[in-house]
């Protein structure tokens, strides 16, 4: 924490444009944060599926919108 306090000194003090470690930063890091889907598989029949599929769907989503160009 202390470094986290030093750090925003420094960027208030304008030595630096952003903070390295910001005091926010480190109290999150401090938390057990864990986050489950079950509720939404249960309520909304959510049923993840693995990564790289869902990564090419949006790929391909972003090419037939426009938003991407195809290599050729």
Known sequence: ???AYMSERVARLGWCAEP??????VRMARKLMYFSSAKARRELGYA???ALDALRDAL??????GYVARRQ
């Open 1 to 3: 924490m202390p470094a």
């Open 60 to 65: 391909e989503w972003f090419y037939e919108n």
């Open 48 to 50: 993840p599926r693995a």
């Open 20 to 25: 390295r470690i910001t005091i926010d930063g």
